[in-house]
């Protein structure tokens, strides 16, 4: 069984996550009119399609590896979602999906049960996975005539990993 860790880092690793998700959810929200359709080739995800399979990565985790924080909605409603609302709100709720199974596991100890040794492993799957396709959307969008400017779009982004929230 996983030890119990201290509780700052505990906050340390959810804001982390916070952050992550935060990113996501700006990035939704500034794709350009028709940016949600883009795509890399013929044959690659739609920016769209990256966005709802994030969602259903994070919610078949959680029913995998922490059942107890899995909501009710099958992970598989999400495969086919458009709406950039919905979506906004599915990254909103599985992300706290995914924050209080971690809490959960690391201040209480328990393991996870199928994938992670430790649930600071899945958080790090999960931030490595969604930077991967942030970076797959915004070579999509480069691809389809409609990149972002670096100057607009890293505030919402880059900008959110290292903005100071606490006082030193």
């Not at 600071?120 to 991967?132: D, I, K, N, S, T």
């Amino acid at each position: 069984m996983a030890q119990a860790i201290d509780s700052d880092l505990v906050l340390a690793i959810l804001d982390s996550w916070d952050r992550n998700n935060r990113i996501l959810v700006n990035l939704l929200r500034a794709l350009p009119p028709g940016g949600h359709y883009a795509r890399v080739m013929a044959t690659s995800p739609s920016v769209t399609e990256m966005f709802a399979h994030m969602i259903y990565a994070r919610l078949i985790f959680v029913s995998e590896d922490a059942p107890e924080w899995a909501g009710p909605v099958d992970p598989r409603t999400w495969i086919r979602e458009t709406d950039p609302e919905r979506l906004a709100a599915g990254l909103e709720s599985s992300a706290r999906a995914v924050r209080d199974a971690v809490e959960d596991c690391l201040r209480s100890g328990k393991p996870m049960r199928q994938h992670y040794d430790h649930p600071l492993l899945f958080v790090q799957h999960m931030v490595w996975h969604e930077g991967y396709h942030h970076g797959q959307i915004k070579l999509a969008l480069k691809v389809a005539g409609q990149p972002f400017d670096d100057k607009e779009i890293g505030p919402l982004t880059w900008s959110v990993w290292s903005r100071k929230t606490r006082s030193a």
